[in-house]
């Protein structure tokens, strides 16, 4: 079975431009997480959904992020404008049926801005 | 402010020896307790989960978890090289806004030397 399928894996793009990262989780599983890894910071939970419903998004920095999962294959995360400070792996996990199983991570999507 | 607590390391074990990382939480509501491994440049991988005090073996690895004392460890038994990779703690809280939440600890880096 597959996995957690992330797109792009490397992003390299300008400060001010507007990001797009791509998720689709394993199939059945019905809570899909986003998080962001850092140096400094470590991994960071930004947002949930269960059900494609977002469940909490007190992780997200700021408004110029926001997430969608317009269905229970396909979830989105996007920056704009993007800043140098958003440089970081953000990583897509999915787990089923309650978010304390087994969360299962995507190869995540590196991202550099200029 | 949730926190789990890890020391950065490196933590430096001969081949063979056993390999002991410990992690710290602030939250006393915390119910559910995680190791995730993660190999550089890979995503995080789960290796243990642990719900009640004491002890949980599998295999070469041995959670240990004391709720009165907000402390949970990770043993290796007969650590190898291929264990060298950064050990990731994660602590799921039932209470309040964030739950459903993982929030990670940045991960103590083991390094297995031959």
């Known amino acids: 079975d597959a996995g957690v399928i992330q797109s792009p894996r490397h992003e390299v793009t300008e400060m001010g431009q507007e990001v797009t990262l791509r998720c689709k989780p394993i199939?059945?599983?019905?809570?899909l997480f986003w998080y962001r890894q850092t140096m400094m910071r470590g991994l960071e939970l930004l947002i949930y959904?269960?059900?494609?419903?977002?469940?909490?998004d007190s992780g997200m920095p700021e408004d110029r992020f926001s997430a969608k999962m317009p269905n229970a294959s396909f979830s989105t995360l996007k920056i704009q404008p993007s800043e140098p400070r958003d440089s970081a792996v953000y990583f897509c996990?999915?787990?089923?049926?309650?978010?304390?199983?087994?969360?299962?991570f995507g190869p995540g999507t590196r991202l550099t801005v200029l | 402010q949730k926190e789990v607590e890890q020391n950065s390391g490196p933590l430096s074990v001969p081949e063979g020896a056993i390999a002991s990382l410990n992690c710290t939480y602030s939250?006393?509501?915390?119910?559910?307790f995680f190791w995730y491994r993660q190999y550089s440049g890979k995503s995080p991988e789960l290796i243990m989960s642990?719900?009640?005090?004491g002890d949980k073996e599998d295999g070469r690895f041995t959670a240990q978890l004391n709720k009165a004392s907000q402390y949970v460890s990770l043993l290796i038994r007969d650590s190898q090289p291929s264990d060298s990779a950064t050990y990731l703690c994660?602590?799921?809280?039932?209470?309040?806004?964030?739950?459903?939440?993982?929030?990670f600890g940045k991960g103590t880096k083991l390094s297995v030397k031959p």
């Open positions: 199939s059945g599983h019905d809570y």
């Open positions: 996990a999915s787990s089923f049926r309650t978010s304390s199983n087994t969360q299962y």
């Open positions: 642990i719900y009640s005090n």
């Open positions: 959904f269960n059900n494609n419903v977002p469940i909490d």
């Open positions: 939250d006393r509501g915390s119910q559910s």
């Open positions: 994660a602590v799921k809280s039932v209470y309040g806004g964030s739950q459903g939440n993982l929030i």
